[in-house]
Every structure is written in structure tokens, then in C-alpha cells.
């Protein structure tokens, strides 16, 4: 079955003609057995289109077909029955199929100008990320992890259980990023081609976004049998009965990579015990399945839990690497400071270098 997709043109976003081919077949990961891909290729109007228009399941594996004309496009993957926004920007000018991509989880501020989808807009930060993938030949895939579960931005509430497990960064992020991993993987060209290579697919995120980085890489396979999920905010502690989840099991390609921004590294007692204690070799189960580079300013308030979980993470001999930006803090990825192209360098270059290594 062929589903035709009239061109439509929106502000910055050329959304071209797309066909959806529909090919029934085994599901790639039970991890991703509640994703599916919304056929309609869309701009701003249909933010508010309903969940009937053309929903396809992603057990029926559909591969999206793309045009070599094709630029910046707009579409939507259901996760957990939540309609989420991910913007694929298509480099010009490139050598057509094999490229590789990285998907872009946003901070806690979200992904659009004024915290609003409707202006069919990315964020300033998003938008030159989206330039710099350009310039470099990335395929890049900025997922929206707020809006369509009805939250602006992290704060009031959403910053504290259990209405944050909502947006968490520990189990329901991760699951969106593997939604968009998954739309990549099935875009292809007319003849066929893969307009991404599987195996080349890294991860970015900022704040809360580095965070759910950390955790869409965690490895599943260093869970402790008689492991308990819990978190604890403000003294108390939180399980499975109050909301909170297991990671998002691993598939059997994920990521090649992911590089964190300024994230923290607690996961409110998520992965145990503090990276900072004393039992933190022990205690702590977090270590990831593939490597990360972590960006961290010197005044950032999250930097020591995560030069902590660095330096666990190195005795436990995962493949991580850190930078360390001396003068900056938080946010410094869209502050006014010298460091902030020194570290988008840093962070395209060591991307290249993981594809280069698969």
C-alpha cells in the first residue's frame, strides 16, 4: 500500500513529497513494540491533527521512502500513546544514502522558540545545531519530548515526582529516542538505498536532555537480577507502584554514541547509590553500551555528580571521555562565550570519529 503526500512548504521547512511503503515485517526489537510512525509527513497545521490520520504500526515495519529533494521535515512517532514531534533536518548538497545522523534530545527549556510548537520553529540553540549537521553532512533528528504530553518546559511541577515521571529522563526519554532511531533507520531513496546507515546513528543532548542521553545508553545487561527501579525525591522514595519504570530495554543495534551537555548524573538514586559515596563502584549499576563524551563546564551546579560518575565509569573501563570548559557554567552551549564553538567542534569531531570506528 502507497500513501501519496501532497508538497507543502512552511516558514524554514520545505516538507517534499513522501511516500509511505508499508512492508509487513518481524518487528527489529520488542523494545520498540509500542512505536509507530504517523504516515502523514506534516507541517505546522497538523500539530493538532488527530491520532486517526493514517497511523501506521511499527509492527508492520514501514520503510519511508524519501526524495533526494527532500530538506527539513516534520513527523510524528507515537510513544506510549503520546504524539511525539521530531524534526529531521536532510543535508544539501551531500552524497546521496550511507550518511550517518544523531538525534538531539533538547534541555529542559524544550525544543521550540518561546515554548511553542505552533510557531513551527526551533529553538535558536536547535536551529544552529541543525546548520552545524548540515555543514557536516549529518542526517539530524531533534526530537520533541515535551509538547506532545502536554508540558512546556521543566519547571513547577514537572521538575518534581510523580508528575516528572511523566517526562522523566531516567525511563520515558530514552523511549522516545529510540522512536527516532527507529524512524531513521527505515528512511531510504527511491532505489532503495538507506538514506541513513544503521550503524551510524548518535545521540546529543543538553541538561535534562544530557541526562536522558546518559540513559537511553545505560546497559540493560548490568541490571542486577533482584534490581529495584525507584527514585527519591525530597526524603521520599518512589517505586513502581508510584510510576516509575524500568529503562527502555536496549535493541540489538542501538546508538554508535552519545555526547552529554551539563547534564547530572543522579538520576535521583535511579542507578543507586551516589556517584559521589563511597559504595558508588558497587552500588551504582549505571554504565553505558556505547561510548559517550561528556562536554562539562567548570561552574556548572551539576558538575560534580558527573565528574563522580566519570570517574566510576572509568574504573569500571567503559569507553567514555570527558572535556572540561574552563570558565563557563550551565547553558554555556547557547551563551555568549568563547567555549561554545570550541565544544561544538569537539563534539562533531568525536562523532565522526565513532563512525568512522564502526
Known amino acids: 500500500m502507497w500513501l501519496p503526500l501532497e508538497s507543502i512548504y512552511f516558514k524554514e521547512y520545505q516538507i517534499a513529497h513522501v511516500l509511505i511503503n508499508i512492508n509487513i515485517m518481524k518487528m527489529l526489537t520488542q523494545s520498540l513494540s509500542k512505536i509507530y510512525l504517523l504516515s502523514l509527513i506534516i507541517g505546522m497545521s497538523c500539530l493538532s491533527c488527530s491520532q486517526d490520520d493514517a497511523v501506521l504500526s511499527a509492527l508492520d515495519s514501514p520503510e519511508v521512502v524519501v526524495q533526494q529533494s527532500t530538506k527539513d521535515t516534520l513527523v510524528y512517532a507515537i510513544v506510549d500513546n503520546y504524539k511525539i514531534p521530531i524534526v529531521l533536518s536532510i543535508p544539501e548538497g551531500c552524497d546521496s544514502g550511507g550518511h550517518s ?23 535558536g540553540q536547535n536551529s544552529e545545531w541543525r546548520e552545524l549537521f548540515n555543514a557536516n ?6 526530537v520533541d519530548s515535551y509538547s506532545g504530553r502536554g508540558v512546556s518546559t ?56 544530557a541526562s536522558a542521553v546518559a540513559s537511553t545508553l545505560y546497559n540493560t545487561n548490568k541490571t542486577p537480577a533482584d534490581w529495584q527501579w525507584t527514585q ?48 558508588a563502584l558497587n552500588g551504582n549499576v549505571f554504565e553505558p553500551y556505547a561510548p559517550m563524551l561528556y562536554q562539562i563546564p567548570s ?38 562565550n568563547n567555549k561554545r564553538a570550541i565544544a561544538r567542534t569537539n563534539a562533531i569531531n568525536w562523532f565522526k570519529k565513532i563512525f568512522e570506528n564502526n
Not at 553532512?137 to 531533534?142: D, L, Q, S, T
Not at 560534580?304 to 569500571?316: G, Q, R, S, Y
Open 154 to 209: 521543566r519547571s513547577g511541577k514537572w521538575t518534581t515526582a510523580p508528575d516528572n515521571f511523566k517526562i522523566s529522563s531516567q525511563f520515558i526519554r530514552p523511549r522516545d529516542a529510540y522512536a527516532a532511531l527507529d524512524v531513521l533507520r527505515k528512511l531510504k531513496l527511491e532505489d532503495g538505498t538507506n538514506l541513513v546507515n544503521p550503524k551510524d546513528v548518535g545521540l546529543l543532548g543538553f541538561s535534562d536532555g
Open 101 to 123: 545522523a544523531v538525534v538531539v534530545m533538547h534541555g529542559s527549556d524544550g525544543m521550540w522558540i518561546d515554548h511553542d510548537p505552533k510557531t513551527g520553529k526551533m529553538s
Open 232 to 279: 527519591t525525591f525530597d526524603g521520599k522514595e518512589y517505586n513502581s507502584s508510584s510510576g516509575v519504570l524500568a529503562p527502555a530495554p536496549n535493541p540489538e543495534t542501538g546508538f554508535a554514541g552519545g555526547v552529554f551537555y551539563y547534564g547530572g548524573s543522579g538520576g535521583y538514586n535511579y542507578w543507586g547509590a551516589s556517584p559521589c559515596g563511597g559504595n
Open 137 to 142: 553532512c549529518i542526517i539530524g533528528a531533534f
Open 299 to 336: 561552574d556548572g551546579y551539576l558538575t560534580e555528580n558527573t565528574l563522580c560518575m566519570i570517574d566510576v565509569l572509568k574504573e569500571k573501563g567503559a569507553p567514555v571521555e570527558f572535556r572540561i570548559y574552563e570558565g563557563v557554567g550551565h547553558g554555556f552551549d547557547f551563551g555568549d
